[in-house]
């Protein structure tokens, strides 16, 4: 099949079965212009997530913060609460950080082409193509994990991943559609989304079949090709949570690093071998008695992490303090850890 009928039926495939999402126009539509503020603001959440977790939270965004310059701004805090959940909190910071930039450098609106975008912080090579493509119909290659998939089934590229990553951007690139590039992008991404799935794909249903190479083989899942992963290191710590009238006690965590500039609860460290006793003694945000109520587990890319968990109730004045109703505030990590210490505490 030629390059040029291929793109046909992908396209024409994409007409009929594009995905309503909150942040897009209908396939086609010449005469709607994509917000780049929105489509920003989706690839950034998207990345590391699912459209179905994220659009909540996009949603709240808008609400929230309707422009780029309403989000620039925010207050720091009031920003990560809201992206509490997302995980990847480094990309909060970096959307504010990017925020700031249009406002302060671009008198409020996007870059519309690659490269400008490419020198606004927190802007990586993904999300400048994909600004670049969607929001302003340039011809930029648009590749991320969905795409991924679909050139190497297409091409039944046996270098794994990630090693194959240059490889397949290449032949992504060498499809790129100039007269629809925004409309190109997104039909890619939907058909590894909804058809070319990483397990049970639809084959009987897509329009590349006749072209795809990892089908022919009879064995499509079998692509990409994957280096085996290491297991993940793990870590254990303690979190204690303070209690008080309704509130507990949090931590604003350093801006850099791990849940950077998120609040949390007080703790030790997170290490290999978990804190000994004057460790823990040390870390103690108060000298109050504290008792064990259980323990938590925490998968983050790259180590599981064990937190036990103990509570008190008293004052600790140099804390900040959250209402127990407002602990979705939190990280994923220290929610769990607090609720584990109230339905304990509610249990007794």
Known sequence: MTPDRLQARIRDWYRANARTLPWRRPPGDGAVTPD??????????????????????YETFLRRWPNVTALADAEDAEVMAAWAGLGYYARARNLLACARAVRDLCAGRFPDTEAALLRLPGVGPYTAAAVAAIAFDRPANVVDGNVERVMSRLFAVETPLPAARAELRDLAAGLVDAAAPGDWAQALMDLGATICRPRAPRCDLCPAAEACAARASGAPEAWPRKTARGARPDRAGVAFVLRQGGRIAVVRRPPRGLLGGMLGLPGTAWTAGGPGTAEIAAAAPADLDWREVGSVDHVFTHFRLTLRVLMADGDAPALEWLAEGSLGDLPSVFLKAARRALGMSAAG
Do not use: C, K
């Open 36 to 57: 780049p503020y929105r489509v920003w603001l989706s690839e950034v959440m998207l990345q590391q997530t699912t459209v179905v977790h994220a659009a909540p939270y």
